[in-house]
């Protein structure tokens, strides 16, 4: 079992940038895989980039030049740099850990853009 804490999340204005954080409660060095996903109201969870344990990358072609994953194991944390966001970006940004066949889910964090 993992459980994840998401934070970063807030209103800024179209431009503007925001950096979500993700803390786990245990190590993350041997986790398959930890990302990012976004809902918005009346669509579904999509997938906004995910770094793999051999840090190895996929994103989203709508954030794709704008977002940034990383992860820094030392802190058990995973982090999503947000630039030049835009009101379509507006969504509540779920973390997400897939420890062999399971997945767990943070409680989410509220990200509004402003135009």
């Known amino acids: 079992q993992v459980q994840l804490v998401e934070s970063g999340g807030g209103l800024v204005q179209t431009g503007g940038s925001l950096r979500l954080s993700c803390t786990a409660s245990?190590?993350?060095?041997?986790?398959?895989?930890m990302a990012w996903y976004r809902q918005s109201p009346g669509n579904q969870r999509n997938l906004v980039a995910r770094?793999?344990?051999?840090?190895?990358?996929n994103y989203n072609p709508a954030v794709v030049g704008r977002f940034t994953i990383s992860r820094d194991n030392a802190r058990n944390t995973v982090y999503l740099q947000m630039d030049r966001l835009k009101p379509e970006d507006t969504a509540v940004y779920y973390c997400?850990?897939?420890?062999?066949?399971?997945?767990?889910w943070g409680q989410g964090t509220q990200v509004t853009v402003s135009s």
């Open positions: 770094i793999f344990s051999a840090n190895s990358m």
């Open positions: 245990r190590s993350i060095d041997s986790i398959n895989a």
């Open positions: 997400n850990a897939e420890v062999d066949t399971s997945y767990y």
